[in-house]
């Protein structure tokens, strides 16, 4: 009798095939739980790469992945380093986000108490993330940013300040400056009037103009400041002497027939007003003069540094019918409603009769302004600016190059005006100041030419 063995129990294959699937699959979750390849994004921030008596700087840094393990901030200078900022973070776990998310830093850096010297140095910003890469370093992000330390503030010479001015006048300084790449200027009560290089191939000579608002009542403050790049900073001041002056006051009767005329043209451009006649033509004298004013102001704030001008501005011919500064009171009805300042002079001649340029320049404006009607202004370089408004029709275009005499457009009746003719004023970095002066060759040669002359000896 045979006797049959069992048969054998069949192992399934896969039980061998476990480890070797587990195995890789364990591996991977490790690297990806601990050892994450993303570098921190890191910042280092400040507003130029000059250090002066003191500096504001910010540094950030971010990983969320393992999250931030150290920061340090140091400034190096002849081999010698200095920590201007260092954090080392606390681990909080195993596994996720087990350092700071992000770290935020605000930091004064003064060269005296770390006793560094003028010259140059090296800031270093390194951060490492809690990664098991690199030896269980971490990853690591890196910024290093060459700067000047420059504690010296610039060096002032005035040359000539103006001795005499008065309400509504213009004025300059002449100085030397030692720091060519500094910002500079004069500081004139509530009004910053920025200096040029004169432009007769002396670089280290500056002149500023400056012109004193008509309601002027005293000089208060008269500075020349220059500020470096490291943010140093010299003030000298100088002294004029100021010359009360008043202006002529003016009656303009408001009838119905003008307000039928005009209310409707400022509708177009200012649909917001609203109420009667009376109440639109207030808003328009009010409200849009001053929005006028404002963007008139900001027109000015990037002047040619060059002066484009050559001796007196030309005057159109005709009669003046207002004058500068002109303190106007409007009467509807006999009943006084509205004071404004007249801030320009106006010509009347033939009607649409040719406005030309009064001195070469360059088209910043050329369009519609509200009270102003249709109006070019044109920029002469060093803070000097002229306005031609009222104008029936424009003939350049913004940022053309204008000779003194070319045709800008014609007089006309747009915007506030009652009749034909040309509103222009001058304004000095935005002030505007007594067309007078500049239309006299002598006041050009006392005021200007003379003491920029008499500076080259």
Known sequence: MTTLSPKPKKRFPSLYFIPVILIPILVGLAYYLFFESEQPVIELSMSNEFIGVQKALSLKAEDQK?????????????DKSHVLFEERVQRTGYTGTVGKPIVEKDIVLSPAELKLTD???????????????SYLKGNNSKITRTVTIDTKPPKIRIIHSERYINPGGTGIVIYRLDDLEATSGLIVNDHYHPGFVVGDGRDDIFIAYFGLPYDTESITTSIVQAQDQAGNKTTLPFSSIFKKKTYRQDRINVGNSFLQKKVPEFEQYYPEM????????????????????????????????SRLWEKRFLRMAGQSRAGYADK???????????RQVHLGIDIASTKNAE????AAGIVTFADYLGIY????????????FSLYSHLSQINVAISDQIESGVVLGRTGTSGMAGGDHLHFSVLI????????????????NVTIEDPLTESKF
Request: proline content about 3%; aromatic content about 10%; hydrophobic content about 35%.
């Open 119 to 133: 010259g140059e140095a090296t800031l270093t910003l390194e951060v490492f993330d809690f990664s098991a890469r």
């Open 328 to 338: 106007r009171t409007y009467y509807y009805g006999n009943k006084a409603i509205d």
């Open 274 to 305: 609203s109420g009667d006649l009376v109440d639109k033509y207030l808003f328009t004298n009010n409200e849009v003069r001053t929005r006028n004013n404002a963007q008139i102001k900001e027109l000015c704030g990037s002047p040619h540094p």
């Open 429 to 444: 970095n935005g002030v505007f100041v007594n067309p007078l002066e500049w239309w006299d060759q002598n006041w050009i």
């Open 66 to 78: 393992s999250g931030i393990k150290s920061v340090s901030l140091t400034i190096t200078q002849n």
């Open 355 to 358: 406005v030309k340029a009064a």
């Open 373 to 384: 009607g249709n109006m070019v202004m044109l920029d002469h370089g060093q803070g000097v």
